[in-house]
């Protein structure tokens, strides 16, 4: 499958996030936040699309060296929308405006405490990504058509838990979730079909 950034894949994803019959999370008991999934051009030259992924910085306090989207804890006021575009701005030195948000994907509520809102955007021609080194040590561009192959995601099974954990591969390492499971909704949405994914379980090492 072949994910050629262009208007036309703009406008498929765009209507199947207008179409998409999104999960809230209901309750004031998680604390609210939102994460970009960005798509743009990949880095390689190959026309292809990508989204952007990031490893946080080692110095950290929570969640140090993980696989992660630009995001954070929604501020008072704050949509979901708006607080995606400002932790992307503050994490990847990226202003985008507010109408390349495309959609918002399911909730999902993380054993830390969180209810994370996907955002997905499309960023087209504003530039390469400054990472903040105090927040990101790198940050990645992963095409869709990898994510898309039958083999970039896998189901594990922990003993903590009886819920199935979600992995995406990326090159040769696994991106965990709740990253891992708004990716792979992305890719579900990408093809045509609704996946819920709320219920897949996350690493024992995020749960704190």
């Known amino acids: 499958m072949s994910y ?4 036309s894949l703009r406008d498929t994803i765009a209507a199947r996030c207008l179409a ?8 004031n008991e998680l604390t609210r936040a939102a994460v970009a999934i960005t798509l743009t051009q990949a880095d390689d030259g190959s026309g292809q699309a990508a989204f952007l992924l990031t490893r946080r910085a080692a110095a950290l306090r929570a969640h140090a060296g993980q696989w992660a989207l630009p995001g954070g804890r929604c501020d008072p006021g704050e949509t979901f929308e708006q607080t995606a575009l400002r932790e992307l701005e503050e994490e990847l030195g990226l202003t985008l ?8 994907l399911d909730d999902y509520p993380t054993r830390s405490g969180y209810a994370i809102t996907p955002v997905v955007a499309w960023l087209d021609g504003l530039g390469e990504p400054r990472p903040n080194p105090h927040e990101v040590a790198s940050v990645h561009h992963v095409r869709l058509d990898h994510i898309a192959r039958d083999d970039a995601v896998s189901f594990e099974t922990i003993p903590e838990s009886p819920r199935p954990l979600v992995r995406v591969s990326i090159g040769e390492q696994f991106v965990n979730a709740p990253t891992a499971a708004m ?3 992305l890719r579900e949405l ?3 079909r609704v996946t819920r994914v709320a219920h897949f379980e996350q690493p024992v090492f995020a749960w704190r």
């Open 97 to 104: 405006p507010p109408h390349g948000v495309l959609g918002l």
């Open 190 to 192: 990408i093809a045509g």
């Open 4 to 7: 050629l950034f262009a208007p």
């Open 20 to 27: 998409f019959p999104r999960v809230a999370h209901e309750g």
């Open 183 to 185: 990716i792979y909704q």
